[in-house]
């Protein structure tokens, strides 16, 4: 057994967040695998140590709504490859097609102690494309860092789409319009559902359409829906459809949530919450608070938090988390909204989240508590590997490059 493939984060304030926090707790990752969490695991011979004396010790967190890598900073309209706008319905686009691993954004992530980011097509469409599950570094190339393909198609109801295309004078220049091609949308794909499986009982040849089969993956339940909405009349459209076509749900932004918010608890509808630092830049979003994310989680419904990057940099969802707990969060939901609940929603939960035997060696060690302003990633470790550390004298984060990461 070689010290890359053995990894033991000793001596720290260990929170799996989905079990009791650990004074003076270890950490033993094994071939990329945690195997065990707990105050008197034994470290073996020959495993490398991370000394997390005096820190917390967190699951990587989850963004589960971002655009990094395919909308890059810095790179104006070559490196925008959000939305694909030539029409209404682009149910056969897919995410990683497009994603730079190079984007900065990705090394912002590493400061802010995400370690996996699930990457969406914008909300520019009703029906915008298919999403990948990432971990924030570490493959030559984009398939090397995929945690799951298959995870959700975007959709958006709201203004969007209304102004993309009433721009264009084409349907949709409505709110009725986009419910209008997100209904044709999956009656067709039961439609195709039903004349596949009529062939393939026949032994009969079918013709593959690309978006169809999309579609009919979301009404497998394959695929979750995300849900783009914001104001609560949007939501109701989204729960409304959902309810016709039998879909998984999750409502992605979700500004007017809280006043739905015994709905989606009933129905247990998860939100993906957020930006929370942006301005009222559409009517829209008139109604955006903080403290509406405390709103939904006291009524029952699993929240997480994104920073649905660029439009928050990516490293600051931490900070999110942060100042919802100033306004009303528990500190308990909101660390659960950064781990374990948006890698539940997405289907994520058996590889990343928490720190549980079985799931992936992503570990992030803090100087202090994460919900403090005042704390950093220090030492960022991705399936056992160290990807990032903080370099005390030179007072900045120091990432492990794809130069150092494949040399020789």
């Known amino acids: 057994m070689t010290s890359s493939s053995l990894v033991a984060v000793t001596g720290g304030y260990v929170v799996p967040v989905s079990s009791e926090p650990v004074e003076g707790g ?21 495993a490398t140590v991370v000394d997390a004396t005096g820190r917390w010790v967190l699951p990587g967190f989850v963004e589960a709504h971002g655009h990094v890598g395919i909308h890059e900073e810095g790179e104006g309209v070559a490196g925008d490859d959000t939305n694909e706008m030539t029409g209404p319905n682009m149910a056969a686009v897919r995410a990683i097609d497009a994603v730079n691993i190079d984007d900065e954004g990705f090394r912002d992530a590493l400061a802010g102690g995400v370690t996996s ?47 993309v295309y009433g721009g264009k004078n084409q349907t949709p220049s409505t709110r009725l319009g986009t419910a209008l091609v997100i209904r044709e949308a999956f009656t067709a794909a039961q439609h195709y559902r039903a004349a596949r499986a009529a062939a393939e009982s026949k032994g009969e040849p079918f013709k593959t359409d690309l978006g169809l089969e999309t579609l009919a993956r979301v009404l497998d339940g394959e695929l979750v829906w995300d849900q783009h909405t914001h104001r609560h009349d949007d939501i109701a459209t989204a729960i409304r459809l959902a309810d016709e076509f039998g879909y998984r749900l999750v409502v992605n932004h979700g500004t007017d949530g809280h006043k739905l918010a015994d709905v989606l608890a009933e129905r247990d509808v998860p939100v993906i919450f957020g930006p929370m630092f942006t301005s009222r830049s559409k009517v829209e979003l008139r109604d955006r608070a903080i403290a509406n994310l405390a709103a939904l989680a006291r009524a029952g419904v699993r929240v997480a938090i994104t920073t649905d990057h660029p439009v928050v940099p990516i490293n600051f969802l931490v900070h999110q988390a942060t100042l919802a707990v100033k306004e009303g969060l528990p500190r308990q939901t909101a660390l659960e909204a950064l781990t374990v609940n948006p890698a539940a929603f997405l289907g994520l939960d058996g590889r990343v989240g928490a720190l549980e035997p079985g799931r992936d060696g992503d570990v992030v060690v803090w100087s202090g508590d994460p919900l403090d302003v005042h704390a950093r990633a220090e030492h960022v470790l991705i399936e056992g590997r160290t990807v990032y550390t903080w370099d005390v004298e030179a007072s900045r984060g120091r990432v492990v490059e794809r130069s150092e990461r494949f040399a020789g």
């Open 26 to 46: 270890t950490v033993l990752i094994r071939d990329g695998r945690i195997e065990a969490v707990g105050a008197d695991v034994a470290v073996p011979e020959g």
């Open 117 to 163: 980011v699930v990457v969406k097509p914008g909300s520019g469409n009703p029906i915008g494309g298919q999403s990948v599950a990432l971990k924030s570094w570490g493959g030559r190339t984009i398939d090397e860092q995929v945690i799951s393909a298959a995870v959700s198609v975007k959709s958006a109801l709201g203004e969007n789409p209304k102004r």
